[in-house]
């Protein structure tokens, strides 16, 4: 409905983390967790399963020397979506024209902006506080009106992100046409 009033347009910004599944740090995430209520022997069952992990690489009948990871949870395994979200759950957003939507490590800002009032959106990019792949993080403009205003261009990190008229998401295609 804010799109049939003259004026407000919506900025979403589509983000991709840098390599997301190992950005947990295993302390945070037990500090997080025990803000849960989550029983501590869970937390320390989880902080053990992530800290001191040996990795190799095999290939064929060749292996790489044992390297060990303290942080990040591994790629694949079942818990690393739901311990990202966990580790991710105070990011929210403090402003109301701005929601923020999660699912494991997809994320997406939408804002509604009125007036060209675009620094509470720009604000809760900025306060996302996790590595963010520019180059992989898109946004979309959803405008109607007949003679759209050129708006700038989102800066994150000093990089530009691209801007898309559609963006697969969750396994749907959004349109900036809708």
């Not at 992989?136 to 708006?151: G, Q, T, Y």
Request: overall charge neutral.
């Amino acid at each position: 409905s804010h799109l049939d009033k003259p004026g407000p347009y919506v900025r979403i910004l589509f983000v991709d983390f840098s390599s997301a599944s190992k950005t947990n740090i295993p302390t945070l995430l037990q500090n997080k967790l025990n803000q849960l209520s989550v029983p501590s022997s869970i937390c320390q069952w989880i902080t053990s399963f992530l800290t001191d992990r040996q990795q190799l690489v095999r290939m064929g009948t060749l292996m790489s020397s044992s390297r060990t990871t303290n942080t990040g949870a591994p790629q694949g395994c079942v818990l690393s979506p739901l311990l990202f979200s966990l580790y991710t759950n105070n990011c929210t957003s403090k402003d109301p024209s701005v929601k923020l939507l999660k699912l494991a490590d997809d994320t997406t800002l939408i804002g509604l902006i009125q007036d060209g009032e675009e620094s509470a959106y720009r604000q809760e990019v900025e306060q996302l506080n996790l590595e963010l792949n520019t180059l992989r993080s898109v946004e979309m403009i959803i405008d109607f009106k007949r003679n759209p205003p050129a708006l700038s261009l989102l800066t994150i990190m000093n990089s530009t992100v691209a801007t898309v008229e559609t963006f697969k998401f969750l396994g749907s295609i959004i349109s900036q046409d809708l």
